[in-house]
């Protein structure tokens, strides 16, 4: 019967296709723990504490650089806010940094900017103003907080800035 025939091609179709997919999937896991053992071999731990002398092993990388520009490697995730909290306070306490940029929105920013020189606003409306969620976080105001207090008793020259590299909106929100 000529059904029956186009049904076994079929099902002889199918069983191809999963056995291909079976044998391509395994050799991926194969493959994701391979760069998961190499990855660990290279990793180092951080501790999530007041200690950022932990982040002394990226000196002759970050050494004699101006500018610390901080990406995300996930959204709003805290341990994530919490070393880029540590890796600023390192930067600008032991390596002099004082232009920090963010992957934030530049208009938006530029409330954070003068909230930590100047002292205008909260650091609630200044992360909320940066036009980006994923900076709308209680580690972001802790960091511009901080970012505040440590330029409190500096001059202009010495105190820090920071900027958005992305791109959203035209002019800042300004809503203090």
């Known amino acids: 019967h ?19 997919l079976i044998f391509s999937l395994s050799e991926n896991v194969s493959a994701q723990s391979d760069i998961c053992s190499e990855l660990d071999k290279t990793s180092i731990k951080l501790n999530i504490d007041d200690n950022f002398e932990q982040f002394a092993f990226l000196d002759s990388t970050l050494l004699n650089n101006n500018i610390l520009a ?29 232009s920090i940029g963010i992957e934030s929105d530049y ?24 036009g980006i969620s994923a900076w709308m976080t209680e580690e972001m105001k802790d960091i511009l907080e901080w970012l505040k207090q440590y330029n409190s008793d500096k001059p202009e020259l010495d105190k820090v ?9 035209t002019k800042p929100t300004l809503t203090r």
């Open 2 to 20: 000529p059904l029956a025939v186009m049904v076994k091609d079929n099902m002889k179709h199918k069983i191809l296709i999963t056995l291909l």
């Open 70 to 98: 901080i990406g995300e490697n996930s959204h709003g995730t805290q341990e994530f806010f919490t070393s880029k909290f540590q890796i600023i306070q390192y930067c600008v306490t032991k390596l002099k940094y004082r």
């Open 107 to 130: 208009a938006g920013t530029m409330d954070a900017n003068q909230f930590i020189r100047e002292g205008l606003g909260t650091s609630a409306n200044a992360v909320y103003n940066m």
């Open 161 to 169: 800035s920071i900027y958005g590299f992305d791109m959203q909106f």
